[in-house]
DNA sequence: TGAATGACTCGTC
DNA sequence: CGACGAGCCATTC
């Protein structure tokens, strides 16, 4: 796919370290189209054909809630993915989101 | 090409 | 604090 858009919500994705979560809005913020949230919602559908695999389990929504999951295979394997990686999930919903959130702003460089 | 849709977000009630 | 509505943008039919 030569959708560029995708490809740089996957590589964002991806640097996003174990144990640590981000929201759509802070992808699409760092891609420059804030406004494209839920663009980066549709991209995480893709990541499953996306090659290497997008950890997609880790990006949730601004709440932290586990908007996504139900697009899993098994509905249950996001928050169990999660709570593997150490982030806790309660109720569909990150623990200490706010700790466990990791800022692609922040943590990339455009150099 | 116009209309519909969505793993979102924010502001109001 | 929870529910509702409108805004936004890219992809698809």
């Known amino acids: 796919m030569d959708t560029n858009f995708y490809e740089q919500v996957y590589e964002i994705a991806r640097l996003i370290p174990k144990g640590r979560v981000t929201s759509y809005g802070a992808i699409a913020k760092s891609l420059g189209a804030a406004k494209s949230s839920r663009m980066v919602g549709h991209a995480m559908l893709y990541a499953g054909s996306a090659y290497p695999k997008v950890p997609a389990h880790r990006v949730v ?16 394997l996001m928050e169990k993915l999660l709570r593997k990686e150490g982030v806790e999930v309660n109720n569909d919903k ?6 466990v959130f990791w800022n692609p702003l ?6």
């Open 61 to 76: 929504n601004s709440s932290g809630l586990l908007t996504g999951k139900f697009h899993f295979k098994p509905p249950e």
């Open 94 to 99: 990150v623990v200490n989101f706010k700790k």
């Open 106 to 111: 922040e943590e990339i460089n455009l150099d």
